[in-house]
């Protein structure tokens, strides 16, 4: 049986005990119809949820990004409302338009929902449902957890991410839980490279807030979905919403995350011109300042010097785009450094 169409998202049960499916409708704009948003909530039943913290974790924000909507749509499947004390909110595909299209924006309204928050009730389709995250959604959980990938554009090591956070209380209780899904990084990025955000806007609500990259080329990485998928698991029981403690996920390694941050807009490097990029570095690897980290080629003259690109830093090369075509003005490579972070 598939789950329950619901026409009115105001009409959603949030405190409902138990664990309930459903798809959201919201209408077309062009025809009709409706993009059904797969939304799974579950109140669970053990115990007191009293002091408990919901939590909600996003697939397919962008719908070419795979192992966030895997991990989260098991996780609709496999958590037990017996053993789940609180709130968890899971919605697999955010985008579901973009998700079917395997396409990183909606191709209903050409927007990106990943820069569509706050939203609006009355906007185009992308913009609906983000405001129906922003003011039914977020106000049931204090945790929110959005699981990208790099799509068909940047190429990534493994990582949790999360912007700048002023306040030290608030970024350490972060910088704690983004370990949790024991990725080999965690990444601090700037927030000035775009504005809407999901995680903009659970960050200025003050939620504990978690992003990451969690594979790249529009596959399924099977460590990124395990990181997911686990990590959200051992987010429920670092808050005590899942019974146990948190564990270790990636057992070929014995180090901790590595946090590093790239916090100045000068570490994410266009491409200068259009070109076949020739990378030269691997993803997470260390470079030093003048490295070379690749080569741009020009088949319009096969006899052309490529162009050489250099690391204006040394670093960690956490991001690297990795489709052949490069076009000029594409962030074509981020170098992080290490930072000093209790986790
Ligand atoms: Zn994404």
Known sequence: MTPPVIYDPAGIDFDRPGKHHYNVAFHLDSSWGYSLVPLTVINGQRGSSAGSRGVVAFGGTHGNEWEGQVAVKRLCRDLDPAEISGCVIL?????????????????????????????????????????????????????????????????????????????????????????????????????????????????????????????????????????????????????????????????????????????????????????????????????????LLGRLHDFGDHTAEPLELRAHRTGVVLMMHFPAESAKGVTLYVIAEDVQEKT
């Open 91 to 291: 919605i697999p595909q955010l985008s579901q338009s973009a998700c079917v299209a395997n396409t990183r924006i909606s191709p209903l309204d050409g927007v990106n929902m990943n820069r569509a928050f706050p939203g609006s009730p009355r906007g185009t389709i992308s913009y609906r449902i983000s405001n129906f995250v922003k003011t039914r959604v977020f106000p049931k959980v204090q945790v929110v957890l959005d699981i990208h990938s790099g799509g068909n554009e940047g190429g990534f090591p493994i990582c949790t991410s999360f912007h700048p956070i002023p306040d030290p209380k608030l970024r350490a209780e972060i910088a704690e839980v983004a370990a949790l899904f024991d990725t080999p990084f965690i990444m601090i990025y700037s927030s000035q490279m775009a504005s809407g955000l999901l995680t903009d806007e659970a960050e200025a609500e003050r939620k504990v807030t978690i992003g990451g990259e969690f594979g790249f080329g529009e596959s399924v990485n099977r460590w990124g979905t395990l990181h997911a998928y686990e990590g959200i698991k051992n987010v429920l029981r670092h808050y005590r919403m899942l019974p146990g403690k948190p564990v270790k996920i990636d057992r070929r390694r014995s180090t901790r995350p590595r946090v590093v941050q790239a916090p100045n807009l000068e570490d994410y490097v266009p491409c200068p011109r259009d070109g076949i990029w020739e990378p030269l570095v691997d993803l997470g690897g260390e470079v030093k300042q003048g490295d």
